[in-house]
């Protein structure tokens, strides 16, 4: 199976394409822009030799983090799958850096702290071990003031950017090539247009009200 793995969820996108586990290629750019994703996408496929017809699925990094980058890798998923008929799977982001604390071997209790802006934090916590890991706490919404508690009590903190708030905490960004691993070991592909980005708060819009009729004078 090729697996082509988007991961925009933070600043550093990345893209990568998994051939039956193992990584073939990767491309990365930092403080992308909507308008490149297409030439990363061009840049992976190229390095591993592939044309897109050869690409039997996709997989896409849900977030939190990056609601435009996030809405930019579902919507060239989408569009993917119009053109080729490709099934897709959705990724938490911090499940990839999970995946990545256990590459970087940081075992023990880690958490992952993701910006969430308004002087909050996406805040999940793992166990990490040399045979894999294991959720300790759900990803949720956490104050500045929790989350500096909480981490105070973990071996390991990690995240994009991460050391803005917490000097001692280890930076990673969410990586296409963890991403297209994690998708590799899964069967439950989907329609590319069941994918939703991962956002814990409620929609702060309010619907319009349809146009009032004002008849003439």
């Given at each position: 199976m090729k697996i082509l793995a988007l991961e925009f969820s933070s600043d550093r996108r990345s893209v990568a394409v998994v051939a039956n586990g193992q990584l073939c290629a990767q491309a990365h750019e930092a403080r992308?822009?909507?308008?490149?994703a297409l030439a990363l996408v061009?840049?992976?496929l190229r390095t591993a030799s592939l044309e897109r017809e050869q690409i039997n699925r996709l997989a896409i990094g849900l977030g939190p983090g990056s609601y435009t980058g996030i809405r930019?890798?579902?919507?060239?998923?989408?569009?993917?799958?119009?053109?080729?008929?490709?099934a897709a799977i959705g990724v938490s982001s911090v499940e990839c850096l999970a995946g990545q604390a256990h590459a970087e071997k940081m075992f023990g209790?880690?958490?992952?702290?993701?910006?969430?802006?308004?002087?909050?934090?996406?805040?999940?916590?793992?166990?990490i071990a040399?045979?894999?890991w294991r959720e300790l706490e759900p990803l949720r919404l956490a104050s500045m003031d929790e989350t500096r508690a909480?981490?105070?009590?973990?071996g390991f903190v990690i995240g994009p950017e991460v050391t803005r708030w917490f000097p001692a905490a280890h930076v990673l960004f969410?990586?296409?090539?963890?991403?297209?691993?994690?998708?590799?070991?899964?069967t439950s592909f989907l329609p590319a247009d069941k994918l939703e980005p991962i956002y814990l708060r409620e929609t702060d819009f309010v619907k319009a009200a349809p146009p009032r009729i004002i008849p003439a004078v």
């Open positions: 992308a822009r909507e308008s490149h061009n840049e992976a930019a890798a579902i919507a060239l998923a989408q569009g993917w799958q119009l053109a080729r008929d490709t209790r880690v958490s992952m702290v993701i910006d969430a802006q308004r002087n909050e934090f996406y805040l999940a916590r793992y166990e040399a045979a894999g909480i981490v105070k009590t973990d969410p990586d296409a090539s963890v991403l297209g691993r994690l998708a590799a070991a899964r």
